[in-house]
């Protein structure tokens, strides 16, 4: 879930650093890993999910030498202005995941947003999608900022640049720091990159004056609450809200609500985890039946289909979908077409926002039902 507010460092000791880089990867991206692994240092790589699909063997290395991969849009928007003209900021979150995940080494994943501009209203229209928002943790903002790309810009040299850093690291005597391992949006700019000297050059004068890095993941206060704050609700319809009774699932009026965590397996397959670290699963023996599973297993996998507005239709192991019965309102595995599965939607647990969907909406939806069920009586 985001932050409708930047979050930072503050709660770094003194000499504590944590460094960052952003808009990767590029071709600075690993040699910059693998030097700061030499020196026992993990950075946070924020990367452009269109330059991550193009090179997947870098973050395979990232990976590998312990540093964490991060989700930093997928083309790079202003977000705010972004969200002001209708753009999808759901999909930037979204499509940036879809290549990053399995390089990702924990269920949280980092997010930072270009240029670090952010408002309440992206938070919020994030937050409305459960793959948008769910085990994301942001926006991750800075102390130190990334001024290398803007002496990179103005032709100023690599001393200059360690230099502006070491005044700011300084002053300040702790902070998240920004550097650029790629540029995102300024073609003329990347040939002069030189941040991989930078940080060749100014790490280890650092370490000499005593500083000490941590990760991104090691920074006290930072995520604490991430784990609440990931948990959601389900409802199903008519303002029913799923609830586990007896090893399996009922959509309830007036029950206590249930609480629960999505798990992705990649390959667009998750897993539905209970507040008992449970999941909801098909029965081995009797696929149509949902129970409770104590692992994840092709069982307890589902195809997660998105819906507009914070919903969702999942696909089980038997090719069926999950739907609500009628005459007890359990959650059963029996709807063979898409047209017969339950649509869920999601609320946070912390979230005071919950989407109404609007008159105009509906009629809109209406007439879109309309329009389906012509074509399927003029197709015959």
């Given at each position: ?187 003329i700019v990347k040939p002069k990159n030189k941040t991989y000297e930078l940080v060749m050059g100014l790490i280890p004068k650092l370490i000499e004056m005593g500083y000490q890095f941590v990760g991104l993941d090691q920074i006290d206060g930072l995520h604490d609450t991430e784990s609440e704050l990931n948990s959601f609700y389900i409802k199903s319809s008519s ?81 069926n979908y999950l739907n609500i019965e009628n005459k007890d309102n359990r959650m059963v595995a029996s709807a063979q077409f898409m047209r017969q599965a339950t649509v869920f939607n999601f609320k946070s647990v912390h979230s005071k926002i919950e989407r109404k969907v609007s008159v105009s909406e509906r009629l809109r939806l209406f007439k879109k039902g309309i ?10």
């Amino acid at each position: 879930m985001f932050h409708r507010d930047n979050i930072n460092g503050q709660n770094l000791k003194d000499k504590q650093l944590c460094l960052t880089f952003d808009d990767g990867p590029g071709v600075h991206t690993l040699p910059i890993a693998l030097f700061l692994n030499q020196l026992k240092i993990r950075a946070t790589f924020f990367v452009v999910g269109k330059y991550a699909a193009d090179n997947i063997d870098v973050l395979v290395k990232i990976k590998e030498l312990g540093h964490i991969v991060a989700n930093h849009t997928f083309e790079h928007p202003d977000m705010p202005y972004y969200c002001s003209v209708n753009g999808d900021v759901q999909d930037q979150i979204v499509r940036t995941n879809s290549v990053i995940r399995p390089y990702v080494n924990s269920e949280l994943v980092y997010f930072r947003a270009p240029y670090g501009k952010w408002s309440a209203e992206v938070a919020d229209e994030l937050n409305e999608n459960l793959k948008s928002s769910v085990n994301l943790c942001g926006p991750i903002h800075w102390e130190i900022p990334g001024i290398d790309c803007h002496y990179w810009n103005i032709g100023n040299s690599v001393e200059q640049a360690i230099e502006a850093y070491l005044i700011e690291i300084n002053k300040l005597q702790k902070g998240i720091i920004v550097m650029h391992d790629e540029i995102a949006d300024m073609g003329i700019v990347k040939p002069k990159n030189k941040t991989y000297e930078l940080v060749m050059g100014l790490i280890p004068k650092l370490i000499e004056m005593g500083y000490q890095f941590v990760g991104l993941d090691q920074i006290d206060g930072l995520h604490d609450t991430e784990s609440e704050l990931n948990s959601f609700y389900i409802k199903s319809s008519s303002n029913r809200w799923v609830s586990e009774v007896d090893n399996q699932f009922y959509s309830l009026r007036n029950e206590k609500y249930s609480t629960f965590k999505l798990i992705e397996n990649g390959n667009g397959k998750v897993s539905i985890k209970t507040a008992s670290n449970a999941f909801i699963a098909v029965d081995e023996n009797k696929l149509n039946q949902v129970i409770i599973s104590s692992a994840i297993n092709q069982y307890s996998m589902f195809d997660y289909i998105p819906i507009r507005y914070n919903g969702f239709m999942l696909r089980s192991y038997n090719g069926n979908y999950l739907n609500i019965e009628n005459k007890d309102n359990r959650m059963v595995a029996s709807a063979q077409f898409m047209r017969q599965a339950t649509v869920f939607n999601f609320k946070s647990v912390h979230s005071k926002i919950e989407r109404k969907v609007s008159v105009s909406e509906r009629l809109r939806l209406f007439k879109k039902g309309i329009l389906f069920v012509k074509s399927k009586l003029f197709s015959r």
